[in-house]
């Protein structure tokens, strides 16, 4: 049984920090892409970031670019989620999320997490 656990969410003041971790069992993690994806309140899930199996590629949506930072760990069966000078806007639950594909795509996305809250406070 595959299981995507994030951890880490929390509420954060503008410009503050956060780090999002996701534990993976039940697959073999090295042979999917990994993505995180959020969504807020009556929006529609959107992609926030990828990496590639090996983690030499990552995909970045416009809007975190320069603040967040993917990467990934092989031997743990982890992908974390560094996210820097958080905003309001980046009020959501974020999601950890599996492909065999390297896509922005989240229909392509196999595996999901239970999501965690991440709320910037103004």
């Known amino acids: 049984q595959v299981q995507l656990v994030e951890s880490g969410g929390g509420l954060v003041q503008a410009g503050g920090s956060l780090r999002l971790s996701c534990a993976a069992s039940g697959l073999r993690f090295r042979s999917y892409a990994m993505g995180w994806f959020r969504q807020a309140p009556g929006n529609q899930r959107e992609f926030v970031t990828a990496?590639?199996?090996?983690?030499?590629?990552?995909l970045y949506a416009d809007s975190v670019k320069g603040r967040f930072t993917i990467s990934r760990d092989n031997a743990k069966n982890t992908v974390n989620l560094q996210m820097n000078n958080l905003k309001p806007e980046d009020t959501a639950v974020y999601y950890c999320?599996?492909?065999?594909?390297?896509?922005?795509?989240?229909?392509?996305?196999?595996?999901w997490g239970q999501g965690t809250q991440v709320t910037v406070s103004s």
């Open positions: 999320a599996a492909t065999e594909a390297f896509t922005r795509d989240r229909l392509d996305y196999k595996y």
């Open positions: 990496i590639s199996w090996s983690g030499g590629r990552t």
